[in-house]
């Protein structure tokens, strides 16, 4: 026999019971009733002092569900909590209900004592592409952690980022193969003409993937100064290396020129 649904009022009425599990529970029932659950807003922010960190953390994801940017300024201050999951989930919920107003939140994150919290900053500020992250992203490029260098290089992407540049061009000296790799790709996507002998010399990385990006960007900077390094890379043992060189190549190719030049290669 099927089980009838809880009433929405004893839901409501759950979320303050003694016990968490009860609280969790009801917090998940509520959050299934989309026709109702904006009613308990004011409800889920109070548990946002719940002693339990699974109620508190499924209350920051409810306020994130709820979508109403009055949580905000309840929620920034948890950025500083002492959990980690916390800190965490409230950064995504922040963005999430607001983006702009949660971009100093993402710059604060990035020095976060949590290498987690600052990836996740990172990450976000990439997607949002705002400029006046630049500095606080070049500054990310020195941290001590391969993936958070690499998230901040992958933000940099932002049109007109032209600091970012030499910075960026540093990283292709990096020992991380992955570092390489996506210095190349951004360097290409910013079209400056200053990556275009850089990633010449990058041609001859020891690892496919980084030769292979590098061509890539020389294919998008179009940069005339690329061709004889191309036409050799265009004979590259790695087959994904040389189809890159020859899209490179083609990029290069002057208008009105039949052959181009893939038959030099």
């Given at each position: 026999?099927?089980?009838?649904?809880?009433?929405?009022?004893?839901?409501?009425?759950?979320?303050?019971?003694?016990?968490?599990?009860?609280?969790r529970?009801?917090?998940?029932?509520?959050?299934?009733?989309?026709?109702?659950?904006?009613?308990?807003?004011?409800?889920?922010?109070?548990?946002?002092?719940?002693?339990?960190?699974?109620?508190?953390?499924?209350?920051?994801?409810?306020?994130?569900?709820?979508?109403?940017?009055?949580?905000?300024?309840?929620?920034?201050?948890?950025?500083?909590h002492?959990?980690?999951?916390?800190?965490?989930?409230?950064?995504?919920?922040?963005?999430?209900?607001?983006?702009?107003q949660?971009?100093?939140?993402?710059?604060?994150?990035?020095?976060?004592q949590?290498?987690?919290?600052?990836?996740?900053?990172?990450?976000?500020?990439?997607?949002?592409?705002?400029?006046?992250?630049?500095?606080?992203?070049?500054?990310?490029?020195?941290?001590?952690?391969?993936?958070?260098?690499?998230?901040?290089?992958?933000?940099?992407?932002?049109?007109?980022?032209?600091?970012?540049?030499?910075?960026?061009?540093?990283?292709?000296?990096?020992?991380?193969?992955?570092?390489?790799?996506?210095?190349?790709?951004?360097?290409?996507?910013?079209?400056?003409?200053?990556?275009?002998?850089?990633?010449?010399?990058?041609?001859?990385?020891?690892?496919?993937?980084?030769?292979?990006?590098?061509?890539?960007?020389?294919?998008?900077?179009?940069?005339?100064?690329?061709?004889?390094?191309?036409?050799?890379?265009?004979?590259?043992?790695?087959?994904?290396?040389?189809?890159a060189?020859?899209?490179?190549?083609?990029?290069?190719r002057?208008?009105?020129?039949?052959?181009?030049?893939?038959?030099?290669?």
């Amino acid at each position: 026999m099927k089980t009838p649904p809880i009433p929405f009022t004893t839901l409501l009425a759950e979320l303050a019971d003694p016990n968490s599990r009860v609280r969790r529970r009801a917090l998940t029932s509520i959050m299934r009733c989309r026709n109702e659950r904006e009613q308990a807003f004011a409800l889920v922010l109070a548990l946002l002092n719940d002693p339990d960190d699974q109620v508190r953390n499924a209350a920051i994801k409810a306020l994130g569900t709820l979508g109403d940017p009055q949580a905000f300024p309840a929620l920034r201050p948890l950025l500083t909590h002492q959990n980690i999951r916390t800190r965490l989930l409230v950064l995504q919920t922040l963005v999430q209900l607001d983006e702009q107003q949660a971009f100093p939140c993402l710059l604060t994150a990035l020095h976060d004592q949590s290498a987690s919290m600052s990836w996740e900053a990172a990450r976000a500020l990439g997607t949002l592409g705002d400029a006046r992250a630049v500095e606080a992203l070049i500054a990310a490029l020195s941290d001590e952690y391969d993936y958070i260098r690499e998230a901040a290089i992958t933000a940099l992407a932002i049109p007109g980022a032209v600091r970012a540049v030499e910075p960026l061009i540093a990283m292709l000296d990096d020992t991380s193969v992955s570092i390489r790799q996506e210095a190349a790709r951004v360097l290409g996507v910013l079209g400056d003409v200053r990556a275009v002998e850089p990633l010449i010399a990058l041609l001859g990385d020891a690892h496919w993937k980084v030769r292979e990006l590098a061509a890539e960007a020389l294919g998008e900077l179009g940069d005339a100064r690329a061709l004889a390094s191309l036409i050799v890379a265009r004979r590259d043992e790695n087959r994904w290396v040389s189809r890159a060189a020859a899209g490179a190549l083609a990029r290069l190719r002057p208008a009105g020129t039949e052959s181009g030049f893939l038959l030099l290669g």
